[in-house]
């Protein structure tokens, strides 16, 4: 392993509210392990309060990446999102995967009543727009498992690196006639752009290379996402479901 390479850390959750499917973790399958000079580390977590956060900082702990990449479902919602605010409140309208539904209590007692995103939301939101692909800046991740995990990883890494939480749409697999849904691979080319913006961040933070010119990890990871590896990302900790194949 070439400890020297940078990388990012991208996470997704597993189904829950009796879904067999979560956007985000085909999103994780679909990921190639490399994208240029970044290595992408790869972490499925539970829909747990508790665990999810536990898991998640275990990794970043471990791993060192330049910055976190978390992705979540907001069902309902036709546009990605990527959040800009963090509330220190866990509130759920149903008991997460482990049966556990809090009300009212904070992520982190003692912090504050919210923290903010360090990932470059307004390149990332124009970047999206300019393809084509809906997208929307929201302040309000919700009371459940994602902000949670938003507000805890925020609250443990203090600024040191880019990090920060967005939001897919349903996927037209999943069934919702009724609701706003996006297709998948335009949710895969939706976070290749944004792997993409946040390579440029983690680059014109170092002070002693200049800025390479990257070629855009958009496109090389849509071209690789037809051939997915069966494998698993590191960090992996529920079985594999049927991913939904993508054919460029």
Sequence with gaps: MNHNRKSILVTAFEPFDGEKLNPTENVLHCLPDA???????????????????????????????????????????????????????????????????????????????????????????QALNDRGIPCEISDDAGTYVCNALFYGMLDHLDGKIPAGFIHVPYIREQGHRDKPFME???????????????????????????????????????????????????GFIVPWAVPVRVNW
């Design 35 to 125: 994208a240029e000079e970044f290595t992408i580390r790869k972490l499925l977590l539970p829909v747990e309060f508790r665990r999810s956060l536990e898991l998640a900082v275990a990794a970043v702990d471990e791993l060192s990446p330049d910055a976190v990449i978390m992705l979540g479902q907001a069902g309902g919602r036709s546009a990605v999102t990527p959040e800009s605010t963090a509330r220190n409140e866990m509130n759920a309208r149903i008991p997460d995967n482990a049966g556990y539904r809090p009300e009212h209590l904070p992520v982190v007692k003692g912090g504050p009543p919210a923290l903010y995103s360090t990932l470059p939301l307004e390149a990332i939101n």
């Design 184 to 234: 998948s691979d335009i949710i895969l080319q939706a976070v290749g752009t944004v792997l993409h913006c946040i390579t440029q961040i983690v680059y014109s933070a170092e002070t002693v290379h200049p800025e390479p010119e990257l070629p855009d990890l958009a496109l090389r990871i849509y071209r690789k996402a037809g051939r997915p590896r069966v494998r698993k990302p590191t």
